[in-house]
């Protein structure tokens, strides 16, 4: 076991802090190079990089927990292998094979051990993977290099105020089009969303809520996380797209898994906004890697105004035991029947 970083675990925030090394990769002529750690956290690239001009990014995100037991962990790696696999095959880049990703996040999360918050500090390592085009492209086509980096950094919760409820609002504008890129974590589905957050902040909202593109009249996901409703029957409601354009989230697809073990009834189908309108639901909250689960207590906009009855001023029940079973799973006080916590070193 290595002696942590003296930080002040409990005062971060979301925000980055270059830790020990990272991790690159070079990919040219055909394949991946031989992989390293590298204490450099910059990057020197060709102004006519494809990354530049036409955005062949992608990235994932997963987090390192100090266990109780001391060991370090993490959380279903292969999924994010999987699906950082997903995106770079939509943007026309070289997929990173699974196997090596997770040897990847190890050795980066190993070598930066000291840097693992402790256990039950309420922190963690986020792990921050990602790919870009590296070699030159004039004319619009997918580039012929490309490279591989981890970055990790310890974080505090994503939203302020931790497990507060958060009031969101709608955007007006859209997140992701039918047959668009919804589905995949590429940074460019972000960019386009930094115009309708910064509204929303500027007008005192916590975070964006995307509606369905084409009839704008289903709920699909915020800007960074997964959405869970609670119907009035007590049944975990997951809001699906017609389309296939929400994230296909780590955490909710854990989440479901979690709340049916637990003897909850999951109903995962297309949910409107109308729905949420007519008060059907009593809780709400956001989930994802960053996220974990923060309530939304409130939804408004112009013409909408939702109160979600029991998680209003405080987590509801339901969220709240979603969360601490998820949390505890994954720094081992709960049994991990699922095989899904990943163990670094000790
Ligand atoms: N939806 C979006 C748009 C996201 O950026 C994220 C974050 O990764 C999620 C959902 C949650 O996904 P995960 O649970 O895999 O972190
Ligand atoms: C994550 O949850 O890992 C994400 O990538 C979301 C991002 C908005 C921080």
Redesign the pocket.
């Known amino acids: 076991m290595v002696d942590k970083k003296d930080i002040a675990w409990g005062e971060l925030g979301?925000s980055y802090m270059p830790c020990d090394a990272s991790y690159v990769c070079d990919y040219a002529d055909g394949s991946w190079g031989e992989g390293r750690l590298t204490p450099d956290h910059t990057i020197t690239l060709s102004e006519c990089a494809g990354i530049f001009h036409y955005c062949q990014e992608i990235?994932e995100?997963?987090k390192a927990y100090t266990a109780q037991d001391g060991s370090i962990v993490c959380f279903r790696p292969d999924l994010n292998a999987q699906r950082m696999a997903d995106s770079a095959r939509r943007l026309c880049m070289p997929t990173f094979d699974e196997q090596r990703f997770i040897e990847a996040v190890k050795a980066v999360v190993e070598a930066n051990a000291a840097w693992v918050p402790p256990f039950g500090s309420g922190a963690s390592l986020?792990v921050r993977p990602y790919m870009f085009a590296s070699g030159d492209v004039i004319g619009v086509r997918p580039a012929d290099e490309y490279q591989f980096r981890i970055l990790v950094t310890p974080v505090g919760p994503?939203f302020k105020g931790g497990a507060k409820p958060i009031t969101i609002t709608i955007a007006d504008y859209d997140r992701a089009a039918p047959r668009g890129t919804g589905n995949i974590?590429a940074g460019l589905n972000?960019a386009m969303s930094l115009y309708p957050y910064e509204q929303a902040h500027a007008n005192g909202y916590a975070e964006n809520l995307y509606l369905d593109s084409q009839t704008r009249s289903y709920v699909e996901e915020t800007?960074?996380?997964n959405i869970l409703l609670v119907n009035r029957e007590g049944r975990l409601v997951v809001p699906r797209s017609h389309t296939d354009s929400i994230l296909p989230s780590i955490t909710r697809r854990s989440l479901v898994t979690v709340a049916q073990d637990l003897g909850m009834e999951v109903i995962e189908r297309p949910v409107l906004l109308s729905e949420l309108v007519a008060n059907d639901f009593v809780e709400c909250g956001l989930c994802?890697?960053?996220?974990v689960i923060s309530p939304v207590g409130r939804i408004e906009s112009e013409d909408v105004h939702v109160e979600f009855e029991d998680g209003c001023e405080q987590a509801g029940p339901v969220m709240t035991r979603l969360r601490e079973t998820l949390t505890a799973i994954q720094s081992g006080e709960i049994e991990d029947t699922h095989g899904w916590v990943y163990k670094i070193c000790d």
């Open positions: 979301f990235f995100g997963l986020y994503y974590k972000y800007g960074g996380a994802g890697t960053a996220a």
